[in-house]
């Protein structure tokens, strides 16, 4: 059985990439899974448990990472752990099931390096839909959606080092977009 492809989704905050990643699950159900990414972060209203991110201590995530249990993992906005977890991926993909991560520039370059066949892609806005996305989304105090806005150009700089690059100024379009890429990986993992 062919090994299930793993594509790797990123780009800064407010880009859309959630709402492309599940459009695309709904579209290779139930070939494709969306990883289940931990985070030492509090969850926000509406967030639950192993859905969004497995919720996890400071403590366990720092065990997991010297059990060796992470494909990748970064501090991100210099506060809180995320990483992906191998039992998100690695099961799945043995069994043929592709694998897609939201993951951030940093964990990307990682898991480029750990899984030499991931395929990479990131998710850009026009100029100035970052912010208005990130205040229409309403889950975060303006002192974040500065740091993200900081991060955003930190982001954009590394968007070089993707295999593809969409621009998401139409949601279908987009999302049109990312189900070629990913039809693609399939085809060639066949």
């Not at 991926?89 to 520039?105: K, S």
């Not at 070629?180 to 993992?189: G, L, P, S, Y």
Request: aromatic residues 8%.
């Amino acid at each position: 059985m062919p090994v299930g492809p793993l594509i790797i989704v990123s780009g800064p905050a407010g880009s859309g990439k959630s709402t492309l990643i599940a459009r695309a699950v709904q579209v290779f159900a139930p070939r494709l899974r969306h990883s289940v990414s931990a985070t030492t972060r509090e969850p926000r209203r509406g967030e639950v448990d192993g859905v969004h991110y497995h919720f996890w201590t400071r403590d366990r995530f720092e065990a997991a990472v010297a059990a060796g249990e992470f494909l990748e993992y970064a501090t991100v906005f210099g506060r809180h752990y995320y990483g992906t977890p191998r039992t998100e991926v690695e099961p799945f993909r043995a069994r043929g099931t592709g694998v897609i991560l939201d993951i951030d520039v940093q964990g990307a370059a990682q898991l480029r390096h750990t899984c030499p066949d991931a395929y990479s892609v990131f998710l850009d806005t026009p100029p100035g839909a970052y912010e208005r996305r990130l205040r229409e989304r309403g889950t975060d105090s303006e002192d974040a959606i500065r740091r993200r806005l900081a991060e955003a150009q930190a982001e954009l700089a590394r968007a070089h080092e993707f295999d593809r690059r969409i621009v998401n100024d139409d949601m279908g379009r987009a999302a049109d977009e990312l189900c070629v890429v990913i039809r693609e990986r399939f085809d060639k993992a066949q």
